[in-house]
T-cell receptor
Framework: DAMVIQNPRYQVTQFGKPVTLSCSQT?????MYWYQQKSSQAPKLLFH???????NEADTPDNFQSRRPNTSFCFLDIRSPGLGDAAMYLC??????????????????FGEGSRLTVL | GNSVTQMEGPVTLSEEAFLTINCTYT??????LFWYVQYPGEGLQLLLK?????DKGSNKGFEATYRKETTSFHLEKGSVQVSDSAVYFC????????????FGTGTKLQVIP
């Protein structure tokens, strides 16, 4: 059973039309991440939530926002998509308690991604 | 800063050939090391990991050994299959609470029958 679920899998939008991508998890992990992955490139971290604390990467454009209303859900909002924002968006989770316990491995659990096309 | 360098692809092999994908990392701190695999149209999934020097991670016939002296974590498989065709990412993460995961640029593997 899928543990990190992203919707939609494919999203087509017009230039400048806002888009929201969603991610839900059944793992009860405290950390959730959004990555942007363009063709043939490494995933690029946009931001993450450590519990309720939002952490933005320094080079993430203001056009990208995120919300985490509860432990299970996290949203990526792209306020005014440009052609350069066409990419695969990956949600990931991890369990980091700082206790060194067996689940504190740093392993990331990824969803299948949402592919965004901007026309 | 922390970085990961892996060999460029694409790598094309015949079925049952031996695979090596090189990966080196910056030695800052005491990182954990990972290999993730991404099959076409899917997200990344953990293939194997090693958390300290000389550890060997293994899964599905793939292996990688954490070599502190050469700061390397090369991925190997003795006999690849067509189903191994995917993109492989090497990654590192410093230990201790929350730490950012740094990915390499990925190596695309294509296995032909």
């Amino acid at each position: 059973d899928a543990m990190v679920i992203q919707n939609p899998r494919y999203q087509v939008t017009q230039f400048g039309k806002p888009v929201t991508l969603s991610c839900s998890q059944t793992l009860n992990h405290n950390v959730m991440y959004w990555y942007q992955q363009k063709s043939s490139q490494a995933p690029k971290l946009l931001f993450h939530y450590y519990d309720k604390d939002f952490n933005n990467e320094a080079d993430t454009p203001d056009n990208f926002q995120s919300r985490r209303p509860n432990t299970s859900f996290c949203f990526l909002d792209i306020r005014s998509p440009g052609l350069g924002d066409a990419a695969m968006y990956l949600c990931a989770t991890s369990s980091i308690r700082g206790t060194g316990g067996p689940r504190d491995t740093g392993e990331l659990f990824f969803g299948e991604g949402s592919r965004l096309t901007v026309l | 800063g922390n970085s990961v360098t892996q060999m460029e692809g694409p790598v094309t092999l015949s079925e049952e050939a031996f695979l090596t994908i090189n990966c080196t990392y910056t030695a800052t701190g005491y990182p954990s090391l990972f290999w993730y695999v991404q099959y076409p149209g899917e997200g990344l999934q953990l293939l194997l990991k090693a958390t300290k020097a000389d550890d060997k991670g293994s899964n599905k016939g793939f292996e990688a050994t954490y070599r502190k002296e050469t700061t390397s974590f090369h991925l190997e498989k003795g006999s690849v299959q067509v189903s191994d065709s995917a993109v492989y990412f090497c990654a590192r993460m410093n230990s201790g609470g929350y730490q950012k995961v740094t990915f390499g640029t990925g190596t695309k593997l294509q296995v032909i029958p």
